[in-house]
């Protein structure tokens, strides 16, 4: 089921990547709220992610969950580096480093749901643009 998910959600990254759309625009879509909380509810293809990414005694589950998330990493360095040739990313970006920062961003959200207010993911996704775009 995670391999499967995971097949899904990179296509929806390449198909992204190839894409005339600007990065920060798919970036901003993608980091918006209230997509976060559709993707990552309940039975939702984010869930499906965080809940693998806990479990810590099935093997072949903890070894489909790493292999994800670093096809994911993959997937996301390459929409930066599009968005980096487009000149829309600023030139200095490590991008491998900027899409772990954004997958640890993901990784992250239920504990800012659990203890942080509302408006904080909104402002955590500002912050996180405004480093990745371009001045």
Do not use: N, Y
């Not at 959600?9 to 559709?38: I, N």
């Not at 980096?84 to 640890?104: F, I, K």
């Amino acid at each position: 089921m995670v391999g499967r998910a995971a097949d899904r959600v990179c296509g929806v990254l390449d198909r992204l990547t190839a894409s005339p759309v600007p990065v920060p625009t798919l970036l901003r879509d993608l980091l918006a709220p209230d997509h976060l909380a559709d993707v990552h509810g309940a039975g939702r293809v984010g869930a499906i992610f965080a809940d693998a990414a806990g479990i810590a005694d099935e093997p072949v589950i903890e070894a489909a969950a790493r292999d994800s998330t670093r096809r994911f990493a993959t997937a996301i360095t390459a929409l930066l580096r599009r968005g980096q040739a487009d000149g829309h990313l600023r030139a200095t970006l490590d991008t491998e480093a900027a899409a772990w920062w954004l997958l640890s961003l993901l990784a992250s959200q239920r504990f800012r749901h659990a203890t942080a207010p509302a408006a904080v993911e909104a402002k955590v996704a500002a912050t996180l643009l405004d480093f990745l775009v371009q001045p």
